[in-house]
């Protein structure tokens, strides 16, 4: 297993360094976060001739664009039998409709721009090696009949994973996203788009304009704001109570078997797995993933990694394993992303998230859709991804839930731990730790360097939890991570996690 996370897109990474902002700026557009759905968002709006500003926090596609499966599909996991239930036949059309309007724009975008992408047509299929999970995939079927979805039911895969049963769904596609997006951001800059990176927004002035504030306090004065940044910074619609974050993980692996091509998704819970080929160097490799759990919570995440890695060895085999990651996606209360006007009072400040690990065509679609609203044209889609809409089923039961176990965690992060003396921590091992009567977090590096900070997420108060997979501090709440020094890996949270000093004296380490 290697050592350390890194995902294969950014090995090597393709875009250049950005600068952080260091003036107050004017523009049309601020677009906070250089996610695909940032990036495509300033690209379209950019061609249209608005003059935009990009931001991220840290590096352009470092988040969960960075960290994806890329599938480009339509083939979101047991869906369409749910949103016809939930929504209504018409709606769940459009579902299936957008998505594929959304492929078709990558498409189209690839060979307009010719852009080596190692774009690929492939069938998507779900599976279910249980028994009860013939029964789902029959009334995915239904469901697929219904809607007129191009897909059928079969007892055999062409890669045999034990299958009771499958669901095609034919001509979806996968591809390399960060060369897809590189194109997409040069062009951005060529049509006098501005990216800076390191350059987090903490909130928005309104008034005649709006104003972005930095962390840095510098300020960008605009008509239009786009949060494409997981959690809106600026949450004026209480985002963080309808969202909820969850981890997966991924390895890539060259496996032993001969692999078929096509796209695998497993309908079993809690043992999903996902599987899709990919070309390394000119050699194949597969990218297994699954072990998807909320964020901050359940076993030691490199337990996740050696689960998979065990299903790898004993479905296809295991020659060579360099890579393995893990990405975070929200959820949103009724499975359907929240993309639009933040709140009907605030019509120029737009959002975009809750793409529930489908974020390669759901993003495309947020950028179609937030860009017609800015250009005042209406767009088919708009109704069913409003973020104003609340669904009673099953979304009331659904809040009422998370938010007890917000507040349970809230509870349970205080009271009923056993702690570690940072003296007794080993090299490259994490652990919540008192010092002075205060709890903390503790992480001694390889090189025997001890990193503590405040373990008191700066969101809303809830205790992080140590994520040895991939060495950063997690929050079981709504999901922020820290690396090692506090720094903010993912929000909501928007302030650092403080340190704490330490020093070391006859190997007693005291604050």
Known sequence: MPNYPEPYWRDPNPFEEFPALKEDMQTDVVVVGAGIAGITTAYLLSKEGKQVILLDAGRVANGTTGHTTAKITAQHDVIYDELI???????????????????????????????????????????????????????????????????????????????KAGLIMRDQAQFHPLRYLKSLLDQVVANGGQVFENTTAVDIEEGDKLTVITRNQKQIRCQQVVTCSHFPFYDKGFYFARLHADRSYVLAIKPEKSYPGGMYLSIDKPATRSLREVTIEGQKYVLIGGQSHKTGKGICTMQHYEVLEKFAQDTIGIKAYPYRWSAQDLITLDKVPYIGRLTDKHPNIFVATGFRKWGMTQSTIAAQLISDLIMERDNPYESLYTPSRFQADPSLRNVMVENLDVAGTLIAGKVGITFKEPKDLHPDEGAVVMVDGQRCGAYRDEDGQLHVVDSTCTHLGCEVEWNHGDRTWDCPCHGSRFSTDGDVMEGPAQRPLPRIEMKHADNEIDK
């Open 85 to 163: 239930s939930h929504f209504g036949t018409s709606q769940a059309e459009s579902y299936y409709q957008a998505n594929m309007v959304a492929k078709k724009f990558i498409e189209d975008t690839i060979n307009e721009r010719n852009i080596d992408c190692d774009f690929k047509q492939v069938d998507a299929f779900l599976y279910t090696i249980e028994e009860s999970g013939i029964t789902k995939l029959e009334d995915e079927a239904a469901a697929y009949q219904t809607l007129g979805i191009k897909g059928e039911l079969v007892d055999k895969l062409p890669l045999g994973l034990g299958e």
